[in-house]
């Protein structure tokens, strides 16, 4: 079992920055591949970035690339989403995800057993 809790979310101005959390406990952090999603209301959950157990490999969504960076701390067992140039339409309730062995896409919620309960993140023009 590995438990996660988002946090850092807020209320910012476009083109503000945030920094987002997600601190790890239950298991070794390390071991785990990690993402970001998020969800706007009346939308689906989309991904936003990945960072495999290593740092190694990073990706991310066409619509954050350039704007948002994933990192890791495996000391402190926390991921962190870095959001800069921030716009109305990346308000959302951003969640933290973990599991151990990504098969397939890693943009896809289903490969994740392991979810925060999320921090809202909404962005005012």
């Known amino acids: 079992q590995v438990q996660l809790v988002e946090s850092g979310g807020g209320l910012v101005q476009a083109g503000g920055s945030l920094r987002l959390s997600c601190a790890a406990s239950?298991?070794?952090?390390?071991?785990?591949?990690m993402a970001w999603f998020r969800q706007a209301p009346g939308k689906e959950r989309e991904f936003v970035a990945h960072?495999?157990?290593?740092?190694?490999?990073?990706y991310y969504a066409e619509s954050v690339k350039g704007r948002f960076t994933i990192s890791r701390d495996n000391a402190k067992s926390t991921v962190y989403l870095q959001m800069n140039s921030l716009k109305p339409e990346d308000t959302a309730v951003y969640y933290c995800a973990a599991d151990l062995f990504i098969v397939g896409d890693p943009g896809r919620p289903n490969e994740y057993g392991y979810w925060g309960q999320g921090t809202q993140v909404t962005v005012s023009s």
């Open positions: 239950g298991r070794t952090f390390s071991n785990y591949a």
């Open positions: 960072i495999s157990w290593t740092g190694a490999r990073l």
